[in-house]
């Protein structure tokens, strides 16, 4: 019996089946730029078949799918929110997925519970009870685990630091994501690329050839000194260092590990200039933590 696991985000499927001692075998990726609402659940399905006739081919069977989904999911009805992909306002999964593939039982979560979880059993923060993974893909959010169990909140929501309001004043441009996110995101870095180069009107940088800006492009630019890279990825560390800086003084946690698609893409370089944002902001407040804990 395999058990195999697809990870849903705003532009892409990742998708395998793993062994019991959490191997993960025939990992496969797929994006679906463009789809909307029933298309992205039709890619979906579409991948879990695939799975499975990889899983038959070795002789086993499915009798069990995870999967995350990048907004939240609600348990009593099955259906999901997920802000980054358009017509999933509601979406009813759960009932798709049964519809489809009866055979299967599926288990669904949102994408911050399930990489916390996947980090305490296989990653960085095995041992850990009170840990924090700051994911940053198309969009930004947290897996919260306190004293060993994953934080929700009473509507499902606690985690969602794309919210967090890190400017004044706000703006009506923060609506659909939040402040936090509309800059600190993959798709924020690319959006604000575009912010700075209106304001520059004697910009000739590699971002006015009307290639498509990605963070990784902005990241490969911002090693070469391109002006717009420089300031729009210091703005980004700001955001990066401000967050890890609130939730230690929230949660105190023994780690923040980051993840997701732009820290696979390289932005695992900026880690000590983010933790130099964070100490910044925290010197006094660990130092209070420090005395307390000595003086106890």
Same mark, same amino acid.
């Given at each position: 019996?395999?058990?195999?696991?697809?990870?849903? *985000?705003?532009?892409?499927?990742?998708?395998?089946?793993?062994?019991?001692?959490?191997?993960?075998?025939?990992? @496969?990726?797929? &994006?679906? /730029?463009?789809? %909307?609402?029933?298309?992205?659940?039709?890619?979906?399905?579409?991948?879990?078949?695939?799975?499975?006739?990889?899983?038959?081919?070795?002789?086993?069977?499915?009798?069990?799918?995870?999967?995350?989904?990048?907004?939240?999911?609600?348990? %009593?009805?099955? /259906?999901? +929110?997920?802000?980054?992909?358009?017509?999933?306002?509601?979406?009813? =999964?759960?009932?798709? &997925?049964?519809?489809?593939? *009866?055979?299967?039982?599926?288990?669904?979560? @949102? !994408?911050?519970?399930?990489?916390? =979880?996947?980090?305490? +059993?296989?990653?960085?923060?095995?041992?850990?009870? !009170?840990?924090?993974?700051?994911?940053?893909?198309?969009? =930004?959010?947290?897996?919260?685990?306190?004293?060993?169990?994953?934080?929700?909140?009473?509507?499902?929501?606690?985690?969602?630091?794309?919210?967090?309001?890190?400017?004044?004043?706000?703006?009506?441009?923060?609506?659909?994501?939040?402040?936090?996110?509309?800059?600190?995101? *993959?798709?924020?870095?690319?959006?604000?690329?575009?912010?700075?180069?209106?304001?520059?009107?004697?910009?000739?940088?590699?971002?006015?050839?009307?290639?498509?800006? %990605?963070?990784?492009?902005?990241?490969?630019?911002?090693?070469?000194?391109?002006?717009?890279?420089?300031?729009?990825?210091?703005? %980004?560390?700001?955001?990066?260092?401000?967050?890890?800086?609130?939730?230690?003084?929230?949660?105190?946690?023994?780690?923040?590990?980051?993840? *997701?698609?732009?820290?696979?893409?390289?932005?695992?370089?900026?880690?000590?200039?983010? /933790?130099?944002?964070?100490?910044?902001? =925290?010197?006094?407040?660990?130092?209070?933590?420090?005395?307390?804990?000595?003086?106890?």
């Amino acid at each position: 019996m395999a058990v195999i696991g697809l990870d849903l *985000g705003g532009t892409k499927i990742s998708s395998g089946f793993v062994s019991g001692e959490g191997g993960i075998r025939c990992y @496969n990726k797929i &994006l679906f /730029h463009g789809a %909307t609402g029933n298309k992205v659940f039709e890619v979906l399905k579409e991948r879990i078949r695939m799975v499975c006739r990889e899983v038959e081919d070795t002789g086993d069977k499915v009798t069990s799918a995870g999967i995350s989904v990048p907004g939240i999911y609600y348990k %009593t009805t099955g /259906h999901v +929110w997920a802000p980054n992909i358009p017509g999933w306002d509601d979406f009813p =999964l759960m009932e798709k &997925l049964q519809e489809s593939f *009866g055979e299967i039982r599926f288990f669904i979560d @949102n !994408d911050r519970a399930c990489y916390i =979880l996947g980090e305490v +059993w296989k990653g960085k923060a095995q041992g850990c009870r !009170d840990v924090i993974f700051i994911a940053v893909g198309t969009g =930004l959010a947290a897996g919260i685990m306190v004293n060993g169990e994953v934080l929700n909140g009473s509507n499902g929501i606690a985690g969602a630091i794309g919210w967090m309001a890190l400017n004044k004043p706000y703006e009506e441009k923060y609506k659909s994501m939040g402040c936090n996110e509309y800059y600190a995101s *993959g798709e924020g870095i690319a959006r604000y690329v575009r912010e700075v180069i209106a304001s520059k009107p004697d910009y000739s940088g590699a971002f006015v050839t009307g290639t498509p800006v %990605t963070s990784l492009h902005i990241i490969q630019e911002y090693e070469r000194g391109d002006e717009v890279a420089v300031a729009v990825m210091k703005n %980004t560390i700001a955001c990066w260092g401000m967050s890890v800086a609130n939730l230690v003084s929230i949660f105190n946690p023994e780690k923040i590990i980051f993840g *997701g698609g732009v820290f696979s893409n390289s932005a695992c370089k900026f880690l000590e200039d983010i /933790h130099a944002e964070a100490k910044d902001r =925290l010197e006094a407040c660990l130092k209070v933590y420090k005395d307390r804990v000595a003086g106890v």
